[in-house]
Nanobody
Framework: QVRLVESGGGLVQAGDSLRVSCAASGRTFSNHAMGWFRQAPGKEREFVAAISGSGHSTDYADSVKGRFTISRDTAKNTLYLQMNSLKPEDTAVYYC?????????????????WGQGTQVTVSS
């Protein structure tokens, strides 16, 4: 059974940094694209960042470009999102996702597996 389990969320102040992780089990995703999405209260789930199966290609939403970095450790089957210069508008539940193809996409409908989410709250 495939599982994606996020961790590392929490309460931080504006300007702080935080790293969230996503541990995958049940299969290896070394050749598959993975991504991070987030959902704030009352809003739709939105794309944050994605990384290709090879790890050589990344994509970021404009709102996080230059502040967030997505990476993966294929040996550990783990995905990371390093978040710097956090803002109150980054407050959301952050979800990890994986797809069965190697190319990145911003469409949440194109991801086959999802984690349960981890809460990130940024206070002003």
């Amino acid at each position: 059974q495939v599982r994606l389990v996020e961790s590392g969320g929490g309460l931080v102040q504006a300007g702080d940094s935080l790293r969230v992780s996503c541990a995958a089990s049940g299969r290896t995703f070394s050749n598959h694209a993975m991504g991070w999405f987030r959902q704030a209260p009352g809003k739709e789930r939105e794309f944050v960042a994605a990384i290709s199966g090879s790890g050589h290609s990344t994509d970021y939403a404009d709102s996080v470009k230059g502040r967030f970095t997505i990476s993966r450790d294929t040996a550990k089957n783990t995905l990371y999102l390093q978040m710097n210069s956090l803002k109150p508008e980054d407050t959301a539940v952050y979800y990890c996702a994986a797809r069965t193809l190697p190319s990145t996409t911003r469409s949440n409908a194109s991801y086959n597996y999802w984690g349960q989410g981890t809460q990130v709250t940024v206070s002003s």
